[in-house]
């Protein structure tokens, strides 16, 4: 078994041989994992005083699945439609939409979620996917990334002490529980199959 067939995100194994075809599919998954943010963006669980959004373990989901590239693609193309000011972010319409709502109190976090996608979208092709103690390792590296960029932007707009208090407390226990069930899914998949390990 070569590096190069275990270094492969879980979205190689649906991408044609062809060029054309394989950019076009390319396209389509961009998309579609920009639309899946957009609909994960108002998808809540609750859990006591603090809902919590799903779409932290989409980002995560759409990095493991897709890899580096076509993740970082994926948030670049989600984000630039939020900049063009179509209603994909959380609180939108309501708070504001485009430019003026990412430079609010989400901006760093939004901007982290393509660092995030980055990171695991790395771990990714590297084959960290079917560990799920490496996946695991990679997964909480890029939230505490992206939380940190979060906390950073905010504290710029509110204090240091009600960032700490509002951006990054009540989200702590919530997204432990997405990267721990990010860390586990992609491994349970491969393991499901097993000429492709």
């Known amino acids: 078994m070569t590096n190069s067939t275990i270094a492969r995100p879980l979205v190689s194994l649906a991408l044609p041989e062809s060029r054309g075809a394989r950019i076009a599919t390319q396209i389509f998954l961009a998309v579609a994992g920009s639309m899946l943010l957009a609909v994960s963006a108002r998808m809540k669980v ?47 319409p309501e ?26 979208g790395w771990a990714a092709d590297r084959g960290w996917d079917r560990s799920p103690v490496k996946l695991f390792g990679a997964v909480l590296t890029a939230e505490v990334v992206m939380m940190a960029m979060g906390f950073a932007w905010l504290a710029t707009l509110i204090g240091v002490e009600k960032s ?34």
């Not at 430079?103 to 760093?108: F, I, N």
């Not at 509002?166 to 199959?193: E, H, R, Y």
């Open 164 to 197: 700490w208090q509002f951006g990054v407390v009540p989200f702590i226990v919530p997204d432990l529980i997405k990267v721990a069930l990010a860390s586990t899914l992609a491994p349970a998949i491969w393991a499901l199959l097993p000429k492709h390990r």
């Open 95 to 120: 708070k504001g939409i485009g430019l003026a709502y990412m430079l609010g109190s989400t901006g760093g976090y939004l901007a982290g979620f393509v660092v995030m996608a980055a990171i695991v």
């Open 46 to 92: 609750v859990l006591g005083p603090v809902d919590m959004s799903l779409q932290t373990l989409v980002v995560f989901l759409i990095a493991i699945a897709y890899g580096r590239k076509l993740a970082v693609a994926t948030l670049l193309l989600y984000l630039a439609q939020g900049a063009m000011g179509l209603p994909v972010f959380q609180s939108t």
